[in-house]
């Protein structure tokens, strides 16, 4: 008598070779995408939107009022970086109603006439610090900037 086998499937070598198949091809495509750098770029769209936006608030209160708020601080340097400003730690912006040695720009939000909140850094804002410094020259320009920027990016905004 002559017997048949006809059985149908997959060997576990074959199963074994697609499933690193997918995993080599999947370690590809998540090396390729790059979560870290994605979300780097990311936090650091939001800190050049909420430049934008304290320095519009600034410069709305300023129209408004006819002067810059008060309480930002004067430097004597026109072309300085965030480096340098993040070394004068009294240029931090506050967010919180606790402001003894920030800069406080409550004025802003006072009302919410200019801005409903003071933004904060995505990662480096603390409980009374919003992560963003302000300074103006001696000609009024108005400088904001986020020093915590990532990927060596310098986030800053005069005007």
């Known amino acids: 008598m002559k017997t048949t086998s006809n059985q149908k499937g997959f060997t576990l070598l074959e199963i074994l070779l697609v499933v690193a198949a997918i995993a080599i091809l999947a370690g590809i495509v998540i090396l390729a995408i790059n979560p870290n750098k994605q979300l780097g770029d990311t936090r650091n769209a939001q ?24 309480s930002i601080a004067a430097t004597s340097s026109t072309g300085y970086t965030c480096a340098e400003l993040q070394a004068s730690s009294t240029m931090q912006i506050c967010k919180s109603a606790l402001c003894s040695d920030l800069t406080d720009l409550q004025v802003l939000t006072s009302g919410e006439a200019y801005l409903t909140a003071i933004p904060s850094d995505p990662q480096t804002a603390t409980a009374n610090g919003s992560g963003y410094w302000i300074a103006k020259s001696s000609n009024n320009r108005v ?7 990532e990927q060596s ?3 800053k905004v005069t005007r």
Do not use: F, K
């Open 47 to 70: 800190r050049r939107m909420d430049v934008n936006t304290i320095l519009n608030g600034v410069y709305q209160y300023s129209l408004s009022n006819g002067s810059l708020p008060t």
């Open 143 to 149: 400088t904001v900037c986020a020093p915590g920027a």
């Open 153 to 155: 990016a310098e986030i």
